[in-house]
């Protein structure tokens, strides 16, 4: 009967196996535990930002941060959080959440292959926190909260691939300019959906109790865009139009280009 020799637990090869795998842990530990606002920092020299936006103070880590941004004369929250590396189908899910005085919007962006990403939102947007941009640019004004229900958004190589969401409006009073003056009336609970369609995206609004549509908007692949408004808008807001149309009738249509092709 021979004796099987030992062999030691620690050799070469486990041992250069023990020392990569607890540098890649260090490493992996390190990049998550970075000080968000030293990166930003270190980068911001390099980050072009738009017009109007300025970041003021960024802090936190690399994954669960936050920053204080004022965008077009708006204070602006953002906070992140980083919920693994693997999710799924998905790499680097990211946790996300947007707010301001009145205004909050959250969700997830994730990574789902090469240059290819998707996100998800939920939440309420204050359309009265932006009376000065919708007034400015002769829009009609709302008063209360748009609710924001399960959008989704798809990209690929920069391209739309997906997009759908839902969103509500409680109802109340509606203003608009008319020639010089200002004429109001009392909307019922809205709704409004937007969907893509191999390129095409559509955007219908119409009452709660109703799913005909009271406007409805797209845009072609092409950048090309059309409005179309319905008599029964009309009839909503009480305003009188001349002639026997039904209330499916188209009564203010335009098309324009807004994008470049494609």
Do not use: C
């Amino acid at each position: 009967m021979t004796d099987t020799p030992e062999s030691p637990f620690l050799r070469p090869g486990k041992v250069v196996l023990l020392t990569l795998l607890g540098l890649v842990v260090y490493l992996v530990a390190l990049v998550f535990w970075i000080p968000a606002g030293w990166v930003w920092h270190l980068s911001r020299d390099s980050v072009p930002l738009p017009p109007g936006v300025a970041v003021e103070q960024v802090s936190g880590q690399l994954w669960n941060g936050a920053l204080q941004a004022r965008v077009m004369g708006h204070s602006l929250q953002v906070g992140w959080h980083i919920d693994g590396l693997i999710d799924e189908d998905a790499y680097l899910p990211v946790g996300w959440r947007v707010q301001t005085s009145k205004s909050s919007l959250q969700g997830e962006v994730r990574l789902t292959g090469v240059n290819a990403m998707a996100l998800s939102a939920d939440g309420h947007i204050n359309i009265s926190e932006f009376s000065r941009e919708i007034q400015r640019s002769g829009g009609a004004m709302i008063e209360g909260n748009v609710n924001v229900n399960s959008l989704s958004l798809a990209m690929t190589d920069g391209s739309l691939t997906q997009l759908n969401g839902r969103a509500s409006w409680p109802g109340g009073q509606v203003t608009w300019p008319m020639g010089g003056s200002t004429q109001s009336a009392v909307l019922p609970a809205m709704q409004a959906s937007v969907d893509e369609r191999q390129g095409r995206i559509d955007l219908q609004i119409s009452s709660a109790d109703s799913p005909d549509p009271v406007i409805s908007a797209n845009l072609q692949p092409d950048g090309m865009a059309q409005i179309q408004v319905f008599r029964r808008m009309l009839d909503l807001v009480n305003q009188p139009w001349s002639g026997n149309a039904a209330p499916g009738d188209v009564v203010f249509s335009v098309r324009q280009r807004v994008m470049p092709a494609g």
